[in-house]
């Protein structure tokens, strides 16, 4: 894509859902898709209106169709059809869940369906390549049905976990999306480029509205949506390349799946359901530690813009060099997560607090 068709889509993108985010806040109260406090929450606001993801939708589609034609991607049809097949079905059950709540394991259901809509029209982990060898293995079918699905299904999962401060996960897809669009840019994938880039656009836009005071919330609308599309960028920039370009999109997304990692290891030591909800993500410790949302939310910015720079570098890696970095970063990553407390079960509070009642400890620590 050229720098005019670059900032085209951004700007056409931030636009429409900018417009769009008014007339859906009016919309989801109409309909009574509205968030209520709740004793795991952290917003104590009533009748805050979800369904953010359909003016982040509405940004995203008209700009990835409109951007897929200044740039000549007919080549890129199929993938076209399959993202926003996959993209209807994922918003269909956040809507749904928005307004009338839906048990877990139908909502997984339907994210296998999305899933399977979208590794038919060619978005697959296919074949992996040694980094030192650099040779290259075609996986078998069975083992592309068994780890796409667990990787787009995992990262809309992961992006929806995030989504519990205002202004977080519209924030953090933003950043996470320009990483991966730069990824794919380096990958010679117009097409990821583009839709990558309205993502960025439509968050964007919508940001405003969402950024601490919030106006109104993704909900699961927007939530699953952009983990569904985050998860099909990173593939399409992966699309023929090497293990270690993987591991790039896997870098750039390691705030979120390790948060989704650490709450199925807390919830299997705790012998709880892997669904059950809790008070414990990293976002929770931040927001305990800083005693403000805007300072936690930024801060989970600043945690998430650092792995983006490190996915972006190791693009340049190759060999024993790579590996190298990789164990230096997964070393360095352990010793943070230790720092912030996240490898324990105790939030960190001071003795004789509740350690469910984080906003407690926030009130406590506000001047």
Known sequence: MSAPHVVMVLVLAAGVSAALTPLVMRLARALGAVDRPTARGVSRRDNMPLLGGLAVAGGFVLAVACGALWADAAPSSERLRGLLLGAGVILALGVIDDRFGMKAW????????????????????????????????DLPLWVIWVATPLWIVGITNALNLVDGLDGLASGVGA????????????????FGVCFGLALVGALLGFLPFNFPPARIFLGDTGALLIGFVLSLLALEGYRRVSLLTFIVPLLALAVPILDTLLSIVRRVRTRSPIF????????HRLLAHEGSTRSAVLQFYFLTAAFCLISVSFTRLQGYAAALFLLATAVLTVRLLRNLGLLTSDPGQNPGEDPGDLHAVVEEKKP
Request: a positive charge; glycine letters at 8%; charged letters at 10%.
């Open 106 to 137: 139908p909502k997984l259901v339907g994210q296998l369906v999305a899933a399977a809509i979208a590794i038919t029209h060619g978005y697959q982990i296919d074949r992996l390549s040694d980094p030192i060898s650099m040779r290259v293995v």
């Open 175 to 190: 950043i996470i999306g320009l990483t991966l669009s730069v990824i794919a840019w380096q990958a010679g994938q117009p």
């Open 276 to 283: 059950t909800a809790d008070r414990l993500h990293m976002h």
